[in-house]
């Protein structure tokens, strides 16, 4: 049974997608993160606060197949749906906690669970984005600083499978996203662009999305967004400031010390 709370109509929806089978992190959700004042909280209860940190948002919900990650999702303010475990990527979850919902959201954000550091301009960036009726996917990227051009290409380097990058065309349409650090020379004449892993989709794109079959680009990058692009859905690249904020994600258990260092650096419990 659902939350009684989500038997709504909100213009927004922010869905974060969670799961304890980890291939390359089992367990990954429920991670402690130590932040500056000593006080360690897991993986999903920081990314639900990013979450509840966006003012235009009207709804948040986790969406999990475990009964672990909800009850810590709940215990850390958020609401909970029950999902298909068979759901093969955040893309696939957070379609099926949508369609198990009594609501309609005209735009649904996937705030993956593994972004505790995503700031909330990032996704309210991608609400206005979704502003143009004839954006039907949108995502954000961010210019990848030289110390932040270090951490992709270092990872690279050691053979971890960490951060994504994106290659974005004429109006910001996504030509491509790779776990390689592209383009190919990049951060010289041409920025590298880190693929912040958040998405705002129009609730039909969304739903079609389930119905497409995967492509040899998705299978080998393991990047679910291909998807979109092999069968000619446009993403748009929504472009994105720091404003002094550092942001990483939680790929691998090397970036828990990367993610508590930033933590302790901002001042951040």
């Known amino acids: 049974m659902e939350d009684l709370m989500l038997k709504t109509n909100p213009h927004t929806l922010i869905v974060i997608p969670a799961r304890w089978a980890s291939e390359r992190f089992p367990g990954k959700p429920l991670a402690p993160l130590v932040g500056a004042s000593g006080q360690s909280r897991t993986l999903i209860a920081r990314t639900v606060d990013a979450g509840l940190a966006v ?13 672990r990650i909800a009850e810590e999702a709940r215990a850390a303010g958020a609401d909970v749906v029950m999902t298909d475990p068979d759901a093969r990527n955040g893309t696939e979850r957070v379609a099926d906690a949508v369609a198990r919902l009594e609501m309609a959201p005209d735009i649904v954000i996937n705030l993956q669970g593994d972004a505790p550091l995503t700031p909330p301009w990032y996704i309210e960036a991608l609400i206005e984005t979704m502003a143009d009726p004839s954006v039907d996917v949108a995502t954000p990227v961010l210019e990848a600083a030289p110390d932040h051009l270090d951490r992709l290409r270092a990872d690279r380097q050691a053979g971890r499978v960490g951060a994504t990058t994106a290659v974005c065309g004429a109006g910001g349409r996504a030509l491509y996203f790779s776990k390689e650090v592209l383009p190919f020379g990049g951060g010289s004449r041409t920025p590298v662009l880190h693929h912040v892993g958040v998405y705002a989709y129009r609730r039909a794109a969304l739903k079609a999305y389930l119905s497409l079959t995967p492509g040899d680009a998705e299978l080998a990058e393991g990047l679910e967004q291909l998807r979109f692009l092999e069968h000619g ?8 400031e720091a404003r002094g904020r550092a942001f990483w994600e939680v790929n691998t258990p090397e970036d828990i010390a990367r993610v508590e260092a930033v933590l302790k650096a901002e001042g951040r419990d």
Do not use: S
């Open 55 to 67: 003012g235009a948002a009207a709804q948040l919900v986790v969406a999990t197949d475990d009964v």
């Open 233 to 240: 859905t446009p993403i748009t690249c929504t472009k994105v």
